[in-house]
């Protein structure tokens, strides 16, 4: 019988955020909520890049700009999430307490 495991998982075989666009769509949604409107169109189009099982999501720095862009980092197979503003993905996996968000919490 399918389903009768107690340990059979819920989630998807390709993990709560299984591409790229899937991706953009849900920062779409959380990063003007966490950085405001006005921020989060500035740095229009977003982008999506997938490294060790995090999704980085992160603006478009305009021609001439310094800086960095709003950033959330959304782990592939759970639903948590890191905002971030123009700090590489690399920095929040060798941080040992980032200040982690569960989706639909923020």
Known sequence: ??????????LPPDGIVPDKATAVKIGC???PR??????????????AHLSNGVW???????????GGTPRLAIQKERRQSYPMFGTPCEQ???STTPSAHTLGSI
Do not use: D
Not at 4 to 10: A, E, L, M, R
């Open 29 to 31: 949604v959380f990063l």
């Open 56 to 66: 980085e999501i992160y603006g478009t720095l305009k021609p001439g700009s310094r």
């Open 1 to 10: 019988m399918i389903g009768t495991s107690k340990h059979q998982s819920h």
């Open 92 to 94: 929040l996996r060798r």
């Open 34 to 47: 966490i950085f405001g409107e006005e921020e989060f169109a500035k740095y229009l189009p977003y982008h």
